[in-house]
């Protein structure tokens, strides 16, 4: 099960990407843009996510994802670390994530990280 340390690990190693506290808690940011948040006691995490696929993570899934109240109106989705396979199921999530924050001249000059997929 990943855990406060690996959400660090992984979203720190994304290109651009700075920790910063904010609201009493960590959050990251892709060239100074927030992508992740780190609330509930480091248990969950808070991402951004489109909100026509938050509803429908939240449907398929409402062990893993749930939307907070106050996040409602925004397109950010919560994940419970502790629903979560593995690392890599995190790690796609938190890229997936930097994907929606991050300029288009880190998207296009780290191809490898993929684009949002846009309809």
Do not use: N
């Not at 720190?12 to 009493?24: G, N």
């Not at 880190?106 to 993929?114: N, Q, R, Y």
């Amino acid at each position: 099960m990943p855990d406060a340390e690996d959400v660090r690990t992984i979203a720190l190693s994304l290109p651009d990407t700075t920790e910063k506290i904010a609201w009493s808690m960590p959050t990251f940011r892709v060239a100074g843009k927030m992508f992740a948040t780190l609330p509930e006691e480091e248990t969950s995490i808070a991402v951004r996510c489109p909100k026509e696929e938050r509803d429908e993570l939240v449907l398929a899934e409402p062990e893993k994802f749930w939307i907070a109240d106050h996040e409602a109106a925004f397109a950010w989705v919560r994940v419970r670390l502790s629903a979560l396979e593995d690392t890599d199921e995190l790690r796609d999530i938190l890229a997936d994530s930097w994907r929606q924050a991050a300029p288009t001249r880190l998207l296009e000059s780290h191809p490898h990280l993929g684009r949002p997929a846009t309809d």
